[in-house]
């Protein structure tokens, strides 16, 4: 089994066997790929990047070119049980239109993307006054294709505004999962698994 | 040449009818292998078709459960030597980088099937032909369309006991009959992979294609298109107007950095302008051999035909207005689509109109927009990174 990051091994596992799954964000289709040899799932990936476009495709993938904020409206309603929205939410122009497209795609989605109330983000904005440069967040304002940082709470408000109900929430520091308590603060990651209400 | 004598000797191990061509041109000295249609070919235009010859070459082995064939279709003025040598130019293959022993489309493996298409001029029926009064069609041959041409590659599948295809392969106007292929015969094909293509000619793409019809019908030589042997001029043709045809066709191949990257304003072997109308410029003498050298392998009036054919090509006007019903029974089809950056003829934008057309009816689709600076043409080069598309996609 390939070296999954730790929030897609816990959508790998979390997702039922033999369902049919968009994956938004694919990149070269490594979660596509286990969740097709492990799960028996019929997997289809959305990626805007054309390299990562060809790999997936070379291994035998399902994957369309193309940008999640554009190309989404013209999957059918409920065409997949399953759509799954990795690291992708904070690059979206409208991320709220982009996780109502997810639900109508999809029966339920899962969500992961980097919490930008981590402590040390909180830290090295409070004392560098500047937009924090740090591990799980490498790249400088001037360059991040995260143009809407969000945090955990922020993530549960909206959900909550659009009528959209939490199934299940997973955090992540350090590579690893750790517990809920404070999440807010401890997490760098976090994944939820959502469905309408 | 030696490429006939050897397809002589093929044909003769043939299990299929083989068909003797009447000797109109040049190319009918030569021997293809061909099979016979046995029933009249049914036509878009209402009118039917009796006796077709579909000239087709083969590539592998067809297997005992008879389902590892793959079907490539050519382009407008491509033919059925995919990965053999032509016996008219002497030149390879035109996809050999793609289609042959351990290539993307692996011969080792897969039963490749190229046929030329009907209305050409390279053993299958078409203007050319000797028709039922005894003499050429020409301008007699009925109009076709890409779903015609896909019919008779259908019915030649039925000759050769083929039920279901592992995939149906194309570029360009290949890839029009793959996506119509997808669309009538979708039972009979698993995968679809078409690649520079587009689901409806433009207005522009028409225009283009007028300009070289007109081009021809304006050689006095055309004669009405009646210029085969024993007629016109004696056979020759209007070669000059399929020159000109062609030269037009073939900046429509290539991206404009690819034509000044290769010639630029470079002078053709002079240091100075002529003040004169030679061929000063090397894209000129460049054009000018293009269009020469196509008018000994090509047939003016096929060309006519085909361009028609793929100007009437639109899918959504197929199904009834909307592509996304042309594949509502290919929803079980993986297909795979591939558009390059520099292709201004068929544009990224016209294969996004088919990825949701296929994304709408749920279809398995890939795509992807490669980047290679050669234009439309790109899909017959070096172009790595579509090898290892199409080797991924076709298995």
Redesign the interface.
Known sequence: MSELRPDLAKIAAEVPRGVRVLDVGCGDGALMAELRDAKGC?A?GMEID?DA??Q???????????DADR?LV???DA?FDIAILSQTLQTARRPDALLRQLLRIGQTAFVSFPNFAYWRMRLALLLGGRMPVVRHLPVSWYETPNIHHLTITDFEELAAEMGVRIEGSWFFAGGREIGGTNANWRAEHAVFRVRRD | MAGAIDRGQRLAQSPFRPYAAHPMTKRDAITFRSALLPQPLPLDSGRELAGVVMAYETYGELNEARDNAVLVFHALTGDQFVASEHPVTGKPGWWERMVGPGRPVDTDRYFVVCANVLGSCMGSTGPATQGPEGEPYAMRFPVITVRDMVRAQAALLDVLGIDTLHAVVGGSMGGMQALSFAANWPQRTRRVLAIATTARHSAQNIAFHEVGRQAIMADPAWNGGDYYEGQGEGGKGPEKGLAVARMAAHITYLSEAGLTEKFGRRLQDRDAKSFGFDADFQVESYLRHQGISFTDRFDANSYLYITRAMDYFDLAEEAGGRLADAFVAARDVRFCLVSFDTDWLYTTADMREVVHALNAVAAPVSFVELSAPYGHDSFLLDVPALDRVVRGFVG
């Open positions: 019929d289809r054309g476009v060809e997936a495709v070379a291994r035998g993938l399902s994957v369309v070119q193309g190309d013209d999957y059918p065409a």
